[in-house]
């Protein structure tokens, strides 16, 4: 058989048109994947970058109607940074990260490990554990209102009786106000992130257990050597999952405190919020976003190198 | 790598360049068509039949006096996290109602269209309460119409205040003076009924809202314009004091709700429920006896106390307010519209039949009828023929209210020139610094807020 000739595309008329006929190429060669992904690119497109590029170009503007009416630079930048509130919110913010690894980070995965580990009633402790995530905010709401309403009507005040204790403000203690939110906020998000672990604990090869066990392993080496590692990227994953969401908290502190008591528990977002909504000031606003968003892409880019380290 | 991400971040970038600048300008009057349309928001839903009833009323009114005019209910109701979508994307309807604390926000971010000629044209410029008209002016022009106004008193529960046996040989409640007598009586109250004596809210801009008249009365003055700055001035004794008056509630007197973190739903829902004896008030707030179910027998009001410079209060209520960008046969059509439905100046006898209705159905409905609102039209025949009709369907007796509606030493005041909401908010702060810190020292806490109101707000003002 006469073997096909192949005819060499020649490159003289130069390389845009060449750049164009591989993307041309490429397109048709991968037309049903470009269809699959188009709607997603879409909605990705309206749904996020184009609010995102559109935020960062109007934050150099003065805004009326949310339209650009003039250029400011960076004028907008320069007023939240020089509110005497950011500071302030750009601390509790951290703050709310802070006491959320601590409070919260742990928790789900030290519940994953134990139910895994069951036997008996595994089915009952995984909804009780889940259980918070679909109660109605509402009533999430009134059940921490009550819990937390300082005097003598409050339930953990009334606890604190039982045991001899004097009545604590609760909320309006600025000291404890943030890690209260956090707690509310661990004990509605739990079973979502314990459900991802188990998941992964579920997914490790039960020979490596069986073959441990042989070898005399005890349960915390187990721990340590197989169970572990198994879980390190979805903690890593989860981790700055969690960084991101909680330094965006708003609707907590907002129907919680209000971002008191004295502005101790007011995060970016809350003044963000308070900016576009009750004071009318939308470019200040997407400034301060823009500013949390880059705070955001450098903790993003962080974990990206991070584990880029820990896979080597 | 980077050059397909430059280059998706540059597509991105121009998309959306273009969408903003194409967006300019898309607000056009409507009402092309040969009837003039126009929407009117607030339009009463299906829990409140009556009112559903009433509206449509006016509707089968407005189409037979003006066929040429057509009316499009609209439901949306002014809300903090709505407003601004709603506005942005040109989806207000075209009248629609504010509170009167948020027209002067509005006006600045020309959420709202200008209406001076046209109110001129029918007359009503003249005939509108000019502390009212203040609310709703800039600049010399007018953007809105109060709908209603009252100005706050001092609210007491009459049960609560007998069981204190603070009530005179009437049973009418033993209004306090002055503030050092209603921090006395909050305390009598809380030792006898084991309750709050009094509510004071400190979030959500209200405990800043209430603060003013406590602030006006010891001779705060906020702002003063000093050779073209505005400047702000309450870094003062007199300042000062009024907040040691917050503070004395909570660690001398001891009388208010163990919550101190109090929103204006959380304040209404205390009172109604007894569980807090006084606060101040529009004085007879619907929501108190229709949402949080209190009964009308245990509702007094009072004038306010007084401090060392006399006794002050302020208005609340709501404005109409119209969509940027209408046309100006849109106005008038929207003048006619309020004319159908009893709210404009002339008191001709449709209009005093329409005014008949909305009071009968009001009191049917269980509202509080009987106190004399602040007038929004003060031409002289339209205030008695108002008076006349309240009267009619007077339903609470009147002793309880008496005092409030006597009192001619109450001076009202409007509300601060600039930056109104965002004064509120920093004296909300203040408020919740004396009240969860028992060492505070208010004079610190108001310097510290008199120096950040200048910086945040006053220094940036650029008109």
């Given at each position: 058989m006469k073997p096909t000739r192949r005819i060499a595309v020649k490159p003289a008329a130069g390389a845009p048109r060449e750049r164009t006929n591989r993307w041309l190429n490429a397109f048709t060669r991968n037309g049903k994947a470009w269809m699959i992904v188009l709607p997603s690119v879409l909605l990705f497109y309206f749904i996020m970058w184009r609010p995102i590029a559109e935020g960062v170009f109007l934050s150099f503007f003065k805004l009326e109607n949310y339209q650009a009416a003039g250029f400011v630079g960076f004028q907008n930048y320069r007023e939240v940074l020089s509110d005497t509130l950011f500071l302030g919110a750009l601390k509790n913010t951290f703050g709310y990260v802070f006491w959320s690894l601590l409070i919260s980070f742990l928790p789900p995965i030290i519940i994953a490990v134990a139910l895994n580990e069951m036997v008996h009633l595994k089915g009952l402790f995984k909804f009780s554990i889940y259980f918070p995530v679909i109660v109605p905010t509402v009533a999430a709401a009134l059940i921490w209102y009550f819990l937390y309403?300082?005097?003598?009507?409050g339930i953990l005040n009334m606890l604190r009786h039982s045991i001899g204790l004097k009545n604590s403000e609760w909320l309006q203690n600025p000291i404890l106000t943030i890690p209260l939110i956090i707690t509310s906020m661990t004990w509605r998000g739990c079973g979502t992130s314990m459900v991802l672990y188990l998941a992964a604990l579920q997914g490790v090869n039960q020979e490596l257990y069986e073959a441990s066990t042989i070898d005399g392993a005890g349960f915390f080496l187990k721990l340590r050597y197989i169970t572990f590692p198994h879980l390190s990227p979805i903690i890593l994953l989860l981790l700055v999952r969690q960084i991101v969401g909680i330094f965006q908290v708003m609707v907590e502190p907002m129907t919680m405190t209000g971002g008191g008591p004295n502005n101790a528990s007011l995060s970016l977002n809350l003044q963000g919020y308070n900016y576009a909504f009750v004071y009318f000031q939308p470019e200040r606003a997407l400034a301060l976003n823009v500013i949390t968003f880059v705070i955001l892409l450098g903790i993003t880019v962080f974990y990206f190198r991070l584990d880029k380290k820990l896979s080597i | 790598m980077l050059k397909k991400i430059a280059m998706l971040l540059s597509i991105t970038i121009t998309l959306s360049i273009t969408g903003c600048m194409t967006n300019v300008n898309k607000e056009g009057a409507s009402g092309t068509d040969e009837k003039v349309t126009i929407s009117v928001g607030d339009w009463p839903t299906e829990n409140r039949p009556q009112w559903v009833e009433q509206y449509n009323t006016y509707l089968r009114n407005m189409e037979s006096k003006y066929p040429d005019i057509k009316v499009v209910p609209d439901e949306w109701a002014y809300d903090v996290n709505s407003f601004v979508p709603k506005a942005t994307s040109g989806q207000l309807p075209t009248l629609y109602e504010t509170f009167h604390t948020e027209t002067q926000k509005i006006i600045n971010a020309k959420y709202c269209a200008d209406i001076t000629d046209e109110l001129e044209k029918a007359g009503y410029l003249d005939k509108m309460n000019p502390m009212l008209k203040e609310l709703v002016t800039k600049n010399g022009r007018v953007y809105g119409i109060p709908k209603d106004a009252y100005i706050l008193g001092l609210t007491a529960n009459v049960a609560m205040f007998t069981e204190a046996g603070l009530v005179d040989e009437n049973g009418v409640p033993l209004f306090p003076k002055t503030y050092e007598e209603l921090g006395e009586y909050a305390s009598i109250i809380k030792k006898k009924t084991g309750k709050a004596g009094f509510i004071m809210p400190t979030m959500s801009n209200f405990g800043g809202w209430h603060f003013m008249s406590i602030a006006w009365s010891h001779g705060v003055t906020f702002m003063e314009q000093i050779d073209g700055k505005w400047t702000a001035t309450f870094n003062t004794s007199e300042a000062a004091s009024a907040l040691q008056f917050i503070k004395d509630l909570k660690w001398k007197y001891d009388a208010l709700p163990d919550n101190v973190l109090v929103d204006n739903p959380e304040m209404l829902k205390l009172f109604a429920s007894d569980q807090g004896a006084m606060y101040f008030s529009n004085?007879?707030?619907?929501k108190l006896f229709d949402t949080y179910g209190m009964k009308k027998e245990n509702f007094s009001v009072g004038p306010m106390p007084e401090g060392p410079l006399g006794r002050f209060t302020l208005t609340g209520g709501k404005t109409y307010m119209f969509k940027p960008g209408v046309a100006p046969e849109q106005i008038d059509a929207a003048l006619k519209w309020l004319e159908i439905t009893g709210e404009s100046p002339t008191p001709t006898a449709e209009l005093l039949a329409v005014l008949d209705e909305n009071y009968k159905t009001w009191a049917e409905e269980g509202q509080v009828v009987g106190i004399y609102p602040q007038n929004v039209w003060v031409n002289e025949e339209f205030v008695k023929a108002k008076a006349n009709v309240i009267d009619k369907y007077k339903n609470i007796d009147i002793k309880f209210a008496e005092q409030f509606m006597n009192a001619k030493d109450v001076r009202v005041k409007p509300e601060e020139p600039m930056n109104c909401q965002e004064l509120y908010k920093t004296l909300d702060a203040c408020i919740q610094a004396v009240l969860t810190d028992k060492n505070a020292d208010p004079a610190t806490v108001i310097n510290q807020a008199n120096s950040d109101f200048q910086k945040n707000y006053l220094d940036k003002i650029s008109e």
């Amino acid at each position: 058989m006469k073997p096909t000739r192949r005819i060499a595309v020649k490159p003289a008329a130069g390389a845009p048109r060449e750049r164009t006929n591989r993307w041309l190429n490429a397109f048709t060669r991968n037309g049903k994947a470009w269809m699959i992904v188009l709607p997603s690119v879409l909605l990705f497109y309206f749904i996020m970058w184009r609010p995102i590029a559109e935020g960062v170009f109007l934050s150099f503007f003065k805004l009326e109607n949310y339209q650009a009416a003039g250029f400011v630079g960076f004028q907008n930048y320069r007023e939240v940074l020089s509110d005497t509130l950011f500071l302030g919110a750009l601390k509790n913010t951290f703050g709310y990260v802070f006491w959320s690894l601590l409070i919260s980070f742990l928790p789900p995965i030290i519940i994953a490990v134990a139910l895994n580990e069951m036997v008996h009633l595994k089915g009952l402790f995984k909804f009780s554990i889940y259980f918070p995530v679909i109660v109605p905010t509402v009533a999430a709401a009134l059940i921490w209102y009550f819990l937390y309403l300082p005097g003598d009507g409050g339930i953990l005040n009334m606890l604190r009786h039982s045991i001899g204790l004097k009545n604590s403000e609760w909320l309006q203690n600025p000291i404890l106000t943030i890690p209260l939110i956090i707690t509310s906020m661990t004990w509605r998000g739990c079973g979502t992130s314990m459900v991802l672990y188990l998941a992964a604990l579920q997914g490790v090869n039960q020979e490596l257990y069986e073959a441990s066990t042989i070898d005399g392993a005890g349960f915390f080496l187990k721990l340590r050597y197989i169970t572990f590692p198994h879980l390190s990227p979805i903690i890593l994953l989860l981790l700055v999952r969690q960084i991101v969401g909680i330094f965006q908290v708003m609707v907590e502190p907002m129907t919680m405190t209000g971002g008191g008591p004295n502005n101790a528990s007011l995060s970016l977002n809350l003044q963000g919020y308070n900016y576009a909504f009750v004071y009318f000031q939308p470019e200040r606003a997407l400034a301060l976003n823009v500013i949390t968003f880059v705070i955001l892409l450098g903790i993003t880019v962080f974990y990206f190198r991070l584990d880029k380290k820990l896979s080597i | 790598m980077l050059k397909k991400i430059a280059m998706l971040l540059s597509i991105t970038i121009t998309l959306s360049i273009t969408g903003c600048m194409t967006n300019v300008n898309k607000e056009g009057a409507s009402g092309t068509d040969e009837k003039v349309t126009i929407s009117v928001g607030d339009w009463p839903t299906e829990n409140r039949p009556q009112w559903v009833e009433q509206y449509n009323t006016y509707l089968r009114n407005m189409e037979s006096k003006y066929p040429d005019i057509k009316v499009v209910p609209d439901e949306w109701a002014y809300d903090v996290n709505s407003f601004v979508p709603k506005a942005t994307s040109g989806q207000l309807p075209t009248l629609y109602e504010t509170f009167h604390t948020e027209t002067q926000k509005i006006i600045n971010a020309k959420y709202c269209a200008d209406i001076t000629d046209e109110l001129e044209k029918a007359g009503y410029l003249d005939k509108m309460n000019p502390m009212l008209k203040e609310l709703v002016t800039k600049n010399g022009r007018v953007y809105g119409i109060p709908k209603d106004a009252y100005i706050l008193g001092l609210t007491a529960n009459v049960a609560m205040f007998t069981e204190a046996g603070l009530v005179d040989e009437n049973g009418v409640p033993l209004f306090p003076k002055t503030y050092e007598e209603l921090g006395e009586y909050a305390s009598i109250i809380k030792k006898k009924t084991g309750k709050a004596g009094f509510i004071m809210p400190t979030m959500s801009n209200f405990g800043g809202w209430h603060f003013m008249s406590i602030a006006w009365s010891h001779g705060v003055t906020f702002m003063e314009q000093i050779d073209g700055k505005w400047t702000a001035t309450f870094n003062t004794s007199e300042a000062a004091s009024a907040l040691q008056f917050i503070k004395d509630l909570k660690w001398k007197y001891d009388a208010l709700p163990d919550n101190v973190l109090v929103d204006n739903p959380e304040m209404l829902k205390l009172f109604a429920s007894d569980q807090g004896a006084m606060y101040f008030s529009n004085p007879a707030d619907f929501k108190l006896f229709d949402t949080y179910g209190m009964k009308k027998e245990n509702f007094s009001v009072g004038p306010m106390p007084e401090g060392p410079l006399g006794r002050f209060t302020l208005t609340g209520g709501k404005t109409y307010m119209f969509k940027p960008g209408v046309a100006p046969e849109q106005i008038d059509a929207a003048l006619k519209w309020l004319e159908i439905t009893g709210e404009s100046p002339t008191p001709t006898a449709e209009l005093l039949a329409v005014l008949d209705e909305n009071y009968k159905t009001w009191a049917e409905e269980g509202q509080v009828v009987g106190i004399y609102p602040q007038n929004v039209w003060v031409n002289e025949e339209f205030v008695k023929a108002k008076a006349n009709v309240i009267d009619k369907y007077k339903n609470i007796d009147i002793k309880f209210a008496e005092q409030f509606m006597n009192a001619k030493d109450v001076r009202v005041k409007p509300e601060e020139p600039m930056n109104c909401q965002e004064l509120y908010k920093t004296l909300d702060a203040c408020i919740q610094a004396v009240l969860t810190d028992k060492n505070a020292d208010p004079a610190t806490v108001i310097n510290q807020a008199n120096s950040d109101f200048q910086k945040n707000y006053l220094d940036k003002i650029s008109e």
